[in-house]
Structures are given as C-alpha cells and as structure tokens.
C-alpha cells in the first residue's frame, strides 16, 4: 500500500493475523496514517487493503469500500465520545435490530461498565471513557479492530486491568487487533508481534523479544529504549569465545561483544553501532574482582538526577554513558558528582548493530 500525503509517503507492506499486532514507531512515523487507510477514513495512491478474501481498497481495479461497510472498529487517541449520550446509548450507537439491547448489557459487563451505563462522558473517570470507547467499538462484532494509543494518558494500574479485559475478549473472538503504541511496556504486555514503522517504512517486525531486545537498526533501538548507541569499530575477533573487541569511536574506550556478522566483508574490518541500555548496567565504587562480565570500566560520575523512583546517573568513562539505578543503589554507594566508580558491563548486554555505512552499502 502507498500513500502520500503533503511532503510524507507511506509504502508498507504487511500481514496481521488473528491476535494483537503492535505498530511500534515515533510520532510522525506514519501509524496513525496505517490506521486511517484501513479504516477507509483515508484514500492510499495506490495498492491493496483485504480482510481475507474481502478486498477494501485495490487501486488498480478501483475497489474502495465505503468507512460504514468495512466492519472496522476503531478506537482514536481522543476517544470521540458524544458528549450529551450516556455510556449505554454510546456503546449502543451503531447498533440497531431486536438484538441492541442484549448485546449493549453484553458488552457492558465483559467491560465491568454495567454500573456506568446513565452516566454521561463528563460524569465518568478516564479509564471508564477509554473503556466506553472500546466497548462501542467491539459491540458491532467487527472483523478488525485499530487503536491509536487508546491507553496513552491512563496510570499503570488501570492501564494493566484494560490490557486483560482486551486480551479476555479477543481470546473468545480472535480478530486481527492492530495496536499502536510509543510504550515499550505494552509492547510486550500485549504484543504477540511487532512492526516497526520510520519515515513510512516498515524497518523491523517479529515477536516483541526478536525486535526490542535485539534490534539491529539504531532506530528501533532508541524506540526500544537503549539509551547508550555508539559508533565503533572492530579492533579484534575472538572466534573461540565468540565474542570480538570494539573500540567507541574517538575515545580509547573497548567492548567485548558478542560475534555477529553485520555486513559484507571480513568482521575485521567493520564499522557498526553498539547499543546499551541503561538500566543493564552495574555501578561498583570498589574496583570489582572476580566476575563474569567481560567489561569492567572505570569511570567518574558528572550527574545525578531522580526520575520518579529512578536515578538516572551520568558517568563519563572515556565516553559518556547513561546508567538507570535505583534510589536504594544510589544511597547505598553514597554516588555524588564527582565520585570514581567502575562501570559493569556483560558481554551480551551489548547490542551490535550496522553503522551508517554498512547500512548504505546493503
């Protein structure tokens, strides 16, 4: 499918089955426009949109699907409740027939929303709109389901019960769910697969495990989370550990990674990109003895700084990393700028990823 919109193209290609498939990417990445063309609320220049056999939109044989004959629920960032309905006659909206009345109780105790049902939009919390919301968009029993962030401004505790009720009701209907998010959390809370959008393009997919933990671009790795990326080059093959050394680009500092092959040509000669997260990282103020970790760096703290019941710690080591510690840890090891410390690193925390000129040259 293609479509391009002012000075952005979208040209995606891709199979979602029965079950949740996450739409993972930053904002402007084209997500929101995925949705859209699916829904039928935007047209594609070109290409094929198909429910099984049924077929939405096919640009060359000039099939398009009217929005209300798709059979697509959708769930949207601002939710898009009628103000002056309550939660029943919003849930029940689209219904109609002898059977609106049973489906819309249905649907509003699978929902633990039967208490709600009188009550108009401004009457009720967040998390019972989002639950409204999702509620109108299921009660028509559709063939596919989109949502756009609907868990964005909700806190974790609800956010956690709203994933269950989804993954209870699809469990019994089993529909295609695409689900998009910017929350690592939910990736792997509700994802069975992931997608990953940038500029329009799908960059990676696979399981939540495969794409977040081991992502080979650099841009999935900071959507995953890796708050560490460095060029670097390799300056030595370790075939017989499986592991090779990588020296940080301008700066003496080296990692023992894992042996990967990130391109054409001998591993020696490779430039690529290595990846860390934050909070894989051990701080010790003594230097450490006796471990397993093949990377032990010293170092000097530049910042402290507390992020909810994380510290997030700025230590320079010939490079500057960025370490994730708990407040426990940072009291324990009485951390203050300027402190030494050593920086722990194992072997397989260590993400290797192509650089920019390998990338390139594929």
């Known amino acids: 499918m293609a479509s391009a919109e002012q000075d952005f193209f979208l040209e995606t290609e891709c199979v979602c089955a029965a079950g949740i498939t996450i739409l993972f990417g930053a904002s402007g990445a084209g997500k929101t426009t995925l949705l859209d063309c699916i829904a039928g609320l935007k047209n594609p220049d070109g290409g094929r949109i198909a429910i099984g056999d049924r ?8 099939v398009n699907v009217p929005v209300q ?11 898009a409740l009628f103000p002056h309905l309550s939660a029943e006659e919003n849930i029940g909206y689209g219904l109609g027939g002898n059977g609106q009345k049973r ?4 649907i509003l105790e699978s ?6 049902r009188a009550r108009k939009p401004r009457e009720i919390s967040g998390g019972e709109r989002q639950r409204v919301a999702l509620a109108r968009a299921l009660v028509t029993d559709p063939c596919v389901l989109l949502l756009d962030e609907p868990l964005a401004a909700l806190d974790t505790a609800t956010k956690g019960k709203m994933i269950d009720d989804l993954r209870d009701w699809n469990r019994a209907h089993g529909i295609p769910i695409i689900y998009v998010t910017h929350s690592r959390e939910e990736v792997f809370a509700l994802g069975e697969r992931v997608l990953v959008l940038e500029e329009g393009k799908i960059v990676a997919q696979g399981t939540p495990h495969e794409v977040m933990t081991a992502p080979h671009q650099e841009s999935v790795a900071q959507l995953a989370g890796f708050e560490n990326v ?3 080059a390799v300056v030595a093959v370790l075939e017989y550990r499986g592991t090779m050394r990588c020296r940080v680009a301008a700066s003496k500092v080296e990692l023992e990674t894992p042996l990967v092959r990130v391109g054409p040509g001998p591993v020696s000669s490779a430039r690529l990109r290595v990846g860390i997260r934050a909070g894989d990282i051990l701080l010790a103020t003594i230097h450490p003895q006796g471990l397993s970790a093949r990377n032990v760096l010293p170092g000097r703290v530049l910042s402290l700084e507390q992020r909810d019941m994380i510290v997030v710690v700025r230590v320079d080591c010939g490079v500057e990393m960025t370490v994730h510690l708990t407040l426990a840890a940072r009291d324990l090891l009485e951390l203050q700028p300027g402190k030494e410390v050593w920086l722990v690193v194992k072997t397989h925390s260590c993400h290797v990823m192509a650089g920019a000129a390998l990338e390139a040259s594929k």
């Open 69 to 79: 004959r798709r059979k697509i629920g959708y769930v949207f960032q601002d939710l």
């Open 111 to 116: 929902f633990r929303i039967a208490h709600l």
């Open 230 to 232: 460095f060029d670097a």
């Open 103 to 106: 489906r819309t109780d249905e």
């Open 55 to 62: 077929v939405l939109f096919d640009g060359q044989a000039r």
